[in-house]
């Protein structure tokens, strides 16, 4: 019984081990593409705070979706794989909402098609 007691306090400290290393990797991660938002919608005149916390709710929505489709496919003991598609589900969040902002026209301050008939 003390064996069956040190194994799943070994299991346990490795699972709460991975889940510190994820967070703190999400967090970077994150933290980047999101830094990454904010200058394109500037570039494209929009507010960057907003287009951030588009980011940011959109990450953490699909990433708890991955989960939940991690979990229907891999079961609850597979940890890694559940993470893994939790991520996948996570980035494409991130170039979705990008792909959204690219589609929109940039802001040019010193367009010539704007100074057409001024002379």
């Given at each position: 019984?003390?064996?069956?007691?040190?194994?799943?306090?070994?299991?346990?400290?490795?699972?709460?081990?991975?889940?510190?290393?994820?967070?703190?990797?999400?967090l970077i991660v994150l933290f980047f593409?999101?830094?990454?938002?904010?200058?394109?919608?500037?570039?494209?005149?929009?507010?960057?705070?907003?287009?951030?916390?588009?980011?940011?709710?959109?990450?953490?929505?699909?990433?708890?979706?991955?989960?939940?489709?991690?979990?229907?496919?891999?079961?609850?003991?597979?940890?890694?794989?559940?993470?893994?598609?939790?991520?996948?589900?996570?980035?494409?969040?991130?170039?979705?909402?990008?792909?959204?902002?690219?589609?929109?026209?940039?802001?040019?301050?010193?367009?010539?098609?704007?100074?057409?008939?001024?002379?």
């Amino acid at each position: 019984m003390i064996w069956f007691n040190l194994a799943v306090f070994e299991v346990l400290k490795t699972h709460f081990i991975y889940q510190k290393i994820k967070i703190v990797l999400d967090l970077i991660v994150l933290f980047f593409l999101t830094r990454e938002i904010g200058r394109l919608a500037f570039k494209k005149g929009l507010k960057p705070v907003t287009w951030k916390i588009y980011n940011v709710l959109g990450w953490l929505g699909a990433e708890l979706i991955g989960v939940m489709t991690g979990v229907l496919i891999f079961g609850l003991n597979n940890f890694i794989s559940v993470q893994l598609v939790a991520f996948a589900f996570a980035i494409t969040s991130y170039f979705i909402i990008k792909a959204q902002l690219t589609k929109l026209p940039d802001q040019d301050f010193d367009d010539d098609i704007n100074r057409i008939g001024e002379n």
